[in-house]
């Protein structure tokens, strides 16, 4: 961990040819680039019925215009999944820290809660690092612009989310955040938030952070385990919240944090279905690419993470 070791970890990810190189293994993604339509078109039981097609005049060739209210792309400020330009994504080695409480933990707090909580201290002392070591925190639009699109990517780029919506993220979190210019993501259990339930943020908070710049993602609605659900149960947990989101921030979120990092195939393919453009766990990694893009891993800061730890996880030596 000496401040040489640090300083070429930083140039790979800092140097822009260094993007295509070292750090981004570029992917042929064959079969991606032209097939991530079909989800949003509807299905067939929609076509037209008989009586609309011309039966008089054969030599028409009728081809069936379908109702356009059919096809139309969901709406102009809901654009589809970015997808891989000429084939090509990237995969990217990037930090996507995972915090939840930012709090003293409550007397008597059990090893759980204080395992969530991160000190305000400590948290202000870990932002300072990321100003003072040039670290720029992005969001996951920026990301999935980045690996489909090749866009450039910002010097060190570092992505904080916040999990649950906890009162004290609007307390404390926030005016640090703001003090330093960062954006972060917060990934939100909507139903506690409209049942006002105590501890949690309110909707006008959600709405000042929104305005702010800061980004808010569902996190279920209710934060049970999705797994081994049918799709009633799913489209009610997760496009739910989405739409509520949706309502109360302006537009139509597009990523999400399965509760307490639990998923199975049916809840991936919800998200697909959904038009989701990415999903995160609480695996730890820092590898996010298209192809992984509904099981993208995290890293975890914890109550007792030390300053020295926190700088091997956003240099991303969080396995040496
Ligand atoms: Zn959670």
Redesign the pocket.
């Given at each position: 961990m000496n401040q040489d070791g640090r300083h070429t970890a930083v140039a790979s990810v800092n140097t822009p040819t260094a993007e295509s190189n070292a750090l981004a293994t570029v992917q042929p993604t064959p079969t991606i680039a032209d097939t991530a339509t079909p989800t949003n078109t509807p299905t067939p039981t929609q076509t037209p019925t008989p009586t609309n097609t011309p039966t008089i005049t054969p030599t028409s060739t009728p081809s069936i215009t379908p109702n356009p209210a059919w096809t139309a792309t969901p709406s102009p400020t809901a654009p589809p999944l970015p997808t891989p330009v000429d084939s090509i994504s990237t995969t990217l080695s990037i930090p996507v820290l995972m915090y939840?409480y930012i709090s003293i933990p409550p007397e008597g707090a059990d090893e759980y809660r204080t395992d969530l909580s991160v000190t305000p201290d400590n948290f202000r002392a870990q932002m300072q690092y990321l100003a003072d070591n040039g670290f720029t925190p992005i969001d996951f639009y920026t990301l999935s612009r980045v690996i489909t699109n090749h866009e450039a990517l910002p010097p060190q780029p570092v992505i904080l989310t916040f999990?649950?919506g906890y009162i004290d993220i609007y307390q404390t979190a926030y005016p640090i955040l703001q003090e330093f210019g960062f954006i972060g993501t917060f990934?939100i259990?909507t139903e506690f938030i409209d049942s006002n339930r105590a501890g949690y943020m309110t909707w006008p908070m959600i709405e000042e952070m929104a305005a702010a710049g800061h980004r808010f993602e569902p996190?279920s609605r209710t934060?049970p385990d999705l797994r081994n659900r049918d799709n009633d149960y799913l489209i009610w947990e997760i496009l739910g919240p989405q739409e509520t989101l949706a309502a109360h921030i302006g537009y139509t979120p597009r990523y999400f944090?399965y509760?307490?990092g639990r998923y199975d195939d049916a809840v991936v393919a919800m998200m697909q279905h959904l038009d989701f453009w990415g999903a995160v766990t609480t695996a730890g990694g820092d590898q996010l690419g298209f192809e992984n893009r509904y099981v993208w891993p995290r890293l975890r800061i914890r109550y007792d993470t030390p300053l020295e730890e926190f700088a091997d996880v956003v240099y991303l030596r969080w396995n040496e």
């Open positions: 939840h999990d649950d990934f259990p996190h934060h944090a509760p307490s």
